[in-house]
């Protein structure tokens, strides 16, 4: 298994591209608002896009929306499996640059 992590920004943050010729399940992706204060001016949200090949950003590969984020909460997507392959791509955005990091973990199929 393998994993990866990356602050979410407020722009496109790609947060894994399944190389060329191999193939990915996805296994859980970890959402957590870092911040040390349960003041709701650290709440956040973020969108999660799953990119097919060279495709780019849509509503049609949209998969989770504006998931709310409160201070120091994880939101946890591990129920459902995504199989990836070659070229495709994990996307993450947020409204803040500053409050959210997110953990990826997946096995080569």
């Known amino acids: 298994m393998a994993i990866t992590s ?3 920004q407020e722009t ?8 060329a010729g191999e193939k990915y399940a996805i296994t859980t992706l970890l959402v957590c608002n870092y911040s ?9 949200s973020f969108d999660m896009h799953v990119i097919l090949g060279s495709g780019t950003k ?11 984020m409160p201070a ?3 939101f946890t997507f591990s129920v459902e499996r995504l199989i990836l392959e070659g ?17 990826i973990s997946y096995l080569e199929v």
Do not use: C
Request: charged residues 20%.
């Open 87 to 103: 070229g495709d791509r994990v996307l993450l955005i947020s409204p803040d640059s500053d409050k959210l990091s997110a953990t």
């Open 12 to 19: 496109d943050t790609i947060i894994l591209t399944v190389p």
């Open 58 to 68: 849509s509503n049609a590969n949209k998969i989770l929306n504006n998931v709310s």
């Open 36 to 44: 040390t204060s349960t003041n709701s001016i650290y709440d956040s």
């Open 72 to 74: 120091q909460e994880t």
């Open 6 to 8: 990356a602050l979410i």
